[in-house]
Nanobody, 126 residues
Framework: VQLQASGGGLVQAGGSLRLSCAAS????????MAWFRQEPLKEREFVAA????????YYADSVKGRFTISGDTAENTAYLQMNSLKPEDTAVYYC????????????????????WGQGTQVTVSS
């Protein structure tokens, strides 16, 4: 099982980036795919999640209306489209996968996720 995150970079405030998380070794459509982020010396925090089977999504309040999570079952890839980026969005972004039966109210708990990809750095300059 492997998750490969990519797409990070440096962007000015107000700009956009799209992160990708390519999954291999399992069927993502049977899982919940999520994005978390972590700033230096801070706890990893939830950003967004999607259950592909039902196309249900869940966002952290801090990104709601600016970020969009989606999944491409043909490509086994999850995406995070990030618009109207702010300097406070600067962090290392991680993708993760959890079993699809996970209760909606726990989608934001990193301990519920079984698989993690390596991080991709997103830096937003002011």
């Amino acid at each position: 099982v492997q998750l490969q995150a990519s797409g990070g970079g440096l962007v000015q405030a107000g700009g956009s980036l799209r992160l990708s998380c390519a999954a291999s070794g399992f069927t993502p459509s049977r899982y919940i795919m999520a994005w978390f982020r972590q700033e230096p010396l801070k706890e990893r925090e939830f950003v967004a999640a999607i259950r592909w089977r039902s196309n249900s999504v869940y966002y952290a309040d801090s990104v709601k209306g600016r970020f969009t999570i989606s999944g491409d079952t043909a490509e086994n890839t999850a995406y995070l489209q990030m618009n109207s980026l702010k300097p406070e969005d600067t962090a290392v972004y991680y993708c993760a996968a959890a079993r699809s039966s996970l209760a909606y109210t726990t989608w934001d708990r990193q301990r519920e996720y079984d698989y993690w990809g390596q991080g991709t750095q997103v830096t937003v300059s002011s």
